[in-house]
């Protein structure tokens, strides 16, 4: 089988849960589409991942309530082992790289980290991956009984739902006592939809001027549209915006529907992160900006005379 390892949160399925099933049906790899549930109360969970999976395996304890490096991994190396797993997927978020390479140290697996394009090649598994400052694409390959592999968040298109559900099974763990204990969680409260799971993102760049104008234009565009908020590193480094809005490949890669750069001039770092959206819309003063040659849709002037109108049109 292929092995994904669900993220999820709130009792809802990630996007990139669905990315990596994406990412399984276009590896070339034998075997159904298997996605393992950890958690505890994640039957929605499950229910949800079942639509887009051919089998889903549902391991629901209380020592699976909070995310543990340990815990995760061993109960993923388990069923890997246990199932026959030709390939274990897991997503590239910060907790998934943390644990995804004491999973292949489990199983003596080759790793493939932040893969971006996954194929068959005869009895090996081929990946490409950015590297050099996403200067550079290179591909690589491994060939083993098991592998294991992170995908980069918003490399591959979300699945679409199955003809037919996946059947469900209850598994059982040994799991470790886990040696770290989680004392308390704090959850930064947003209106606004997460940047990773936006269709459509509007995001500023040091040509919007100053955080004021960053505020006024970037939020407000991307308030009256619903719209997620991204930045870019200059304005990051800047102390204008927190780094969980960073875009590029510093930061996160995301695939809306519609990406909306205001003020953005499109350095190669950045387009790593966003190259892949649907549509793209720049607006920048500078004609000869690089945005513009992977833009859609384009308009040259100042943002802080534009935007104002958009809003007031979105507005009606």
Known sequence: MILIVAEHAGGKLAKSTLEMVTAARQSGR????????????????????????DQVLVADLPQLANYNAEVWAAATAQIAQEGEASTVII???????????????????????????????????????YTYLARVTETVE????????????????PAAPAPTAGEQYDVELDLPAPRVEVTGKSVEKSSRVALTEADVIVTGGRGVGSPENF????????????????????VVDAGWRPY????????????PKAYI??????????????????????????AEAPIF??????????????????????GK
Do not use: C
């Open 215 to 234: 505020a006024t234009y970037v939020e407000g565009l991307a308030d009256r549209i619903g719209a997620g908020v991204g930045a870019t590193r200059a």
């Open 30 to 53: 034998e075997g159904p589409v298997t996605v393992l549930v950890l958690g505890q109360g994640v039957a929605d969970v499950a229910n949800e991942a079942a639509r887009y999976a």
């Open 261 to 286: 750069a205001l003020g953005v001039s499109g350095a190669v770092q950045h387009l790593s992160g966003m190259g892949k959206s649907k549509y793209i819309v720049a607006i920048n003063k500078d």
């Open 142 to 157: 491994a060939e083993a009984p098991v592998i294991v592999v992170t995908v980069k968040p918003g490399s591959f298109a």
């Open 244 to 255: 969980a809005e960073q875009v590029g490949q510093t930061g996160k890669t995301v695939q």
């Open 293 to 314: 040659k992977v833009a859609d849709y384009g308009i040259v002037g100042d943002v802080n005379q534009i935007v104002p109108a958009l809003i007031e049109a979105a």
């Open 91 to 129: 997503g590239g978020s910060r907790s998934g790289r943390e644990y995804a390479p004491r999973v292949a140290v489990k199983l003596d697996a080759p790793y493939l980290e932040d893969v971006i394009q996954l194929s068959a090649s005869g009895n090996a598994l081929q990946a490409q991956r």
